[in-house]
Nanobody
Framework: QVQLVESGGGSVQPGGSLRLSCAVS????????IAWFRQAPGKEREGVSY???????YYGESVKGRFTSTRDNAKKTVYLQMNSLKPEDTAVYYC???????????????????WGQGTQVTVSS
């Protein structure tokens, strides 16, 4: 069955870096776009980044210039490199599969059909 499993979360000081991984199974990653979302306590889920099946990337305004999404189809894994982390980046991060295949128009939750369980990222001094 379709599965997405996030890893790489943890605690880091402001200004630090983390790399999240999203390992997928049950479908051919080559044909799908993958997004990253995050949700902080008491806040709505926020679209962070999206990488299309051909590697084009899109980012939310709050993370542009700091976060980078990449993919390795051979390893069936999508990555989110997070640099210059801020306390406001603290959240549970989820990866999700575009329900339309290679290209979703927006980083909004209804456009994604399968989700991982999430990984906690905490940025604090």
């Amino acid at each position: 069955q379709v599965q997405l499993v996030e890893s790489g979360g943890g605690s880091v000081q402001p200004g630090g870096s983390l790399r999240l991984s999203c390992a997928v199974s049950g479908f051919t990653l080559d044909y799908y776009g993958i997004a990253w979302f995050r949700q902080a306590p008491g806040k709505e889920r926020e679209g962070v980044s999206y990488i299309t099946s051909d590697g084009t990337t899109y980012y939310g305004e709050s993370v542009k210039g700091r976060f980078t999404s990449t993919r390795d189809n051979a390893k069936k894994t999508v990555y989110l490199q997070m640099n210059s982390l801020k306390p406001e980046d603290t959240a549970v991060y989820y990866c999700a599969r575009c329900r339309f295949g290679g290209r979703c128009a927006y980083i909004v939750a209804p456009d994604y059909d399968y989700w991982g369980q999430g990984t906690q990222v905490t940025v604090s001094s």
